[in-house]
C-alpha cells in the first residue's frame, strides 16, 4: 500500500502564494494518479488538481485554473501543488489522494489511498 502525507500549509495573507507537498511512501507512484483536493468548515470535498504519475498529464478543475500548478518528482516520489494569488476563500484543509490507474481524473470515488490534511489559512 502507498501512504501519503501532506504538507506545507499555513497562514498567508491574501494574493499570497504556498506551495504544498504530497509526500508518498511504501511503494513508488508509478501507475498512479493523485489528485489534491480541499474542504471547507461546512463545505464539500472539493477536486482541485490530479496528476497521472507516469507520464505527468495534469487536469485542474474550477478554482484552480489559472492560479494552481500540480506537478510532480518522480525521484523523490513526490506531488506538489503550487497555488497562487490565494484568496481567503480558499481557506481549507487541503489533502491529497491517490489510485492505482492512468488519469488524470478527479472523481473522488476512484480514490483509494488518501492522506491527512494541511490546514491553509489566508487572511483578508
Known amino acids: 500500500d502507498v501512504q501519503l502525507q501532506a504538507s506545507g500549509g499555513g497562514l498567508v495573507q491574501a494574493g499570497g502564494s504556498l506551495k504544498l507537498t504530497c509526500a508518498a511512501s511504501g511503494r513508488t507512484l508509478d501507475d498512479f494518479t493523485i489528485g489534491w483536493f480541499r474542504q471547507a468548515p461546512g463545505k464539500e470535498r472539493e477536486g482541485l488538481s490530479s496528476i497521472y504519475f507516469n507520464d505527468g498529464r495534469t487536469l485542474l478543475v474550477g478554482s484552480a485554473k489559472g492560479r494552481f500548478t500540480i506537478s510532480r518528482d518522480k525521484a523523490n516520489n513526490t506531488v506538489y501543488l503550487e497555488m497562487n494569488s490565494l484568496k481567503p476563500e480558499d481557506t481549507a484543509v487541503y489533502s491529497c489522494?491517490?489510485?492505482?490507474?492512468?488519469?488524470?481524473?478527479?472523481?473522488?470515488?476512484?480514490?483509494?489511498?488518501w492522506g491527512k490534511g494541511t490546514l491553509v489559512t489566508v487572511s483578508s
Open positions: 489522494a491517490a489510485y492505482l490507474g492512468r488519469g488524470p481524473y478527479l472523481t473522488t470515488v476512484l480514490y483509494d489511498y
